[in-house]
């Protein structure tokens, strides 16, 4: 039963249609604009009840909801997010742009071939807007890249232009349970390693080279007949595998190059590490620019290769933490608390002083966690090495196991080593709160890998926007020493922030930065990044110089990333996790200050 009446106004937007229900929780209708007649929108009603708590982004909102200002290029632009309350029934309610055009599935129905040069400009766009998926803070996975999420229009310009939908997959990196619903995804274009839980950039990418494929030859790659009737994934799943154990073919009327056909190989390739590892690889591969030998591997069975982390700990280059607008007390605890003891080991020695483990760098996204880890890295010339949660994964039982060990081990031999762990919670999670037995496996190799590794030479850092998600026993003293909470940037940080976002820009002499600072308050550090760069594209079109007037109008249409209830949540967290820091120092013996 549908929850509104075709006439029925939301907010600004009149039902037109309802449209289709789906998993017992969502309702799409087709509405119109009261504002703009002409204007037509898609408007989603999710049951606030119904709706799996998993599928939430962690402030608690939808994961579509994540669609900011920025992505508008590639995704269909979202009107109105809000809670809406219908006899009683509370929703969550989002209305997005309803887009005239054609999905590539229709077209590829319909016979539609594309040639290697025809198809490139709808695949770089497409790899575009993945990017910006994967660029945020948290990198977000799409999950399910396929023909029916891809629509194609015609600009202004006469060129085609691609707008991706499908959202309602999207999700954070997974290992384990999918927090979202699997059966309707198309089983030929999950990558293998999402047939056991694990969902990352990666798997994105093998989509997009089904995607190419199909386009090229109007079949998915290894496709063959499935049953009519509703099958379970299990058995797909068999299928599948059974049907990638041949070889990838490509038929001679596509006249395709030996290295068109290697750059197709090599983006599904069954082997998770012979892949594309970004977006950017991706597209190099696709323009020629990197040479591409490898061959598609048939679907491994015993190990996996041997670890390539020497190639990726080497030491950074930069300006460290002269990169770093405010933020002055976070750096002095860098400065006195780790990169002091790092540097000085005679003093250490002679003080008898502890080295610290590692440190936990957490609080709201976009408040530029990662970044001060980079910059950390540069500013103490230690080698270095960024991991994030798809570097660790397989497809193998205790396969991320062995990755942690030799990574630990690799460190050690490079030491003095910095590694920072991105998203630390995805691969420390609460081993009280999980089903999967192989996930608590790599927990308790953590657990063995950080204990006292100071004194292996490696210093551990570790970001995330949920804390209490990790496993307590991390982040207890002797593995994860420091807690630093990285708030949302204050007035002085902020204004330092449009300073730096703003030097070596072509702007007007009487840009006040003291007033941006005040019109910004509660946005985060990449927010006032977007808003420069939004400015300077405005000022670039118009070839005038970057203006107060300007940046005040963008800020007036940018939205903040982070709102009032999540900063709460994000100070209560501090607060538990400063308190329980302080607990432990007691029972332990130790005086309570930090």
Known sequence: MSALNVGQQIHD??????????????????????????????????????FPSRQLSEGGTLMEGNIRNEMYHWFAPIHLYDTVLLDGKEYHCLVREYIESKRLSDLLAEGKRYSWDEAMPIIHQVLNGLSCLHRQERAIIHNDMTPRNILLYESREHETKVYIIGTGHLSYRRSGVASFPTDDLNPWYRAPETYTGMYDEQSDLFSVGALLYEMLTGKA??????????????????IVKKAREAELLFPEELMLTDEQQNTLKKALALDYEKRYY???????????????V????????????????????KKQTGNGFADVAGMEEVKQIFYKDILFLLKNKEKVERYKLKIPNGALLYGPPGCGK?????????????????????????IYIHGTQG???????????????VICFDEFDAMVPDRSRMDNVGQSGEVNEFLSQLNNCSERGIFVIGTSNRPDRIDPAVLRTGRIDKLIYIPLPDKEARKSLFVFQLRDRWCEETIDCEILADKTAGYVASDITFIVNETALTAAMKDIPISQELLMDEIGKARQSVNKEQIEV???MY???????????RRIGFATYK
């Open 13 to 50: 937007f009149r039902v037109d249609a309802f449209l289709k229900s789906m998993y017992g929780y969502e309702q799409t209708y087709l509405a119109t604009s009261v504002q703009e007649e002409h204007k037509k929108v898609l408007l989603k009603l999710y049951d606030v009840i119904e």
């Open 221 to 238: 790659p290894w496709q063959t007949e499935l049953p009519d009737c509703f099958c379970d994934t299990r058995l797909y799943k068999k």
């Open 278 to 292: 970004n977006v950017e690889a991706f597209k190099k591969g696709l323009d020629g620019e990197i040479a591409v």
């Open 294 to 313: 490898e061959k598609t591997s048939p679907i491994p069975v015993e190990q996996e290769n041997a670890s390539s982390w020497d190639e990726k700990i």
């Open 370 to 394: 990662t970044y001060i880890a980079e910059k950390f890295a540069q500013e103490s010339g230690l080698n270095f090495m960024m991991v994030k949660a798809s570097d660790l994964g397989s």
């Open 403 to 417: 990755k942690i060990a030799e990574l630990f081990d690799e460190a050690e031999k490079k030491a003095p080593t």
């Open 570 to 572: 994000y100070e209560s």
């Open 575 to 585: 607060a538990r996790l400063e308190s329980g820091r302080i607990e432990e120092r």
